[in-house]
DNA sequence: CCAATATAGCTTGCCATCGATATATATCGA
DNA sequence: TCGATATATATCGATGGCAAGCTATATTGG
């Protein structure tokens, strides 16, 4: 998921690590913070993979700053980490959040098409959850109001993502 | 996140290992599966805490099984984690909706109602992906489709959720 | 009778993440 | 001038998760 965030911020344009770390605050900080002690690593990781050049700049401000630079192999990883994502990228919210922010990245309409339609099968295929062997459970069958909720709000996030998918589906098939 | 869910289930009913680890799939494993390498080291970390107890079982179907209980101490460490949850257990969504899956075993309206109320302030605090600034966006403010959708679903997603704790808190607080 | 599958539990090695800590520089207000 | 804050990068130890592999027994279907 960082390493995805990492390399798609990249793609737009090259960053210095403590900018990096503030956008990708920006983007998931709010609901998963990331440390810095996680930061650094993956781009050195990264870099090590050479999947990242960088540069050294005089610091403009404080201390020097190391600008980090998509290579041609990290654009291409990041390219197939977005055409063929791992099932958790579509299962995982925060995963496939992130994948969503940078799926224009994949620039043929085809190709974000079968990654949202992977999505789509996930979301319309039961969750087993809210099933009781073969029969479909409704709000009403759970005697707790907690677990009701989770239904409530699962089932209403389901269906909005479901109508956005569909739609968008459609539009990139118009395109192509 | 999977410690809280070993917690919550062994306070209903004492379980071995495999079906903890089946009720475990069936809330959480459809979104995040959780590997054998994970649970049963988890469960010893529990027990080495004292929080769980181990009675062996011949096997009524195959190897023995080991039967697990909720110790005072981890009753205890239950309601704690459920009353006074960690940052991250009301913004990332997988670690929320474990905890509000046995909510319900914290008995006291009040004490319910306050972690719901924590979780409504998270949601109707301002997510920095959705501002510029001191500017609140909107789904047209984004280029591309993708981010447009992000935005649509999380916007959908965090109404829904509103709607459903307001409501909840009104009935938490006429029961109390 | 044999293979596959379900039940049942565990270990090992690897890797990612976190929290804490360290190091430096520039700016700004008291 | 001193401390706080922002900028900027990095390491280290502990922890926790994952994939893979291991060991059993009982049932079911071919």
Known sequence: MLELAILGFLHDEPLHGY??????????????????????????????????GRDLQPGTLAAPRH????????????LRRLREP???FLTDENRWFTLLAFLRHLRDPAEQATVLR?????LTQPASFF??????????????????????????????EIRWLR??????????
């Open 19 to 52: 900018e990096l770390r503030k956008r990708i605050a920006a983007l998931t900080g709010h609901v998963r913070p990331i440390a810095d002690g996680t930061l650094y690593p993956a781009i050195k990781r990264l870099e090590r993979a050479g999947l990242l």
């Open 67 to 78: 600008v980090l630079t998509l290579s041609p192999a990290g654009r291409g990883e990041l």
């Open 131 to 160: 099933w009781d062997g073969d029969r479909p459970l409704r709000a009403a069958d759970f005697d707790d109001p907690f677990r009701q909720g989770l239904f409530t709000i699962a089932t209403a996030t389901s269906r909005a």
């Open 118 to 122: 992977r999505r789509l099968t996930f």
């Open 167 to 176: 739609d968008t589906l459609a539009l990139l098939e118009s395109d192509g």
């Open 86 to 88: 791992e099932e958790l």
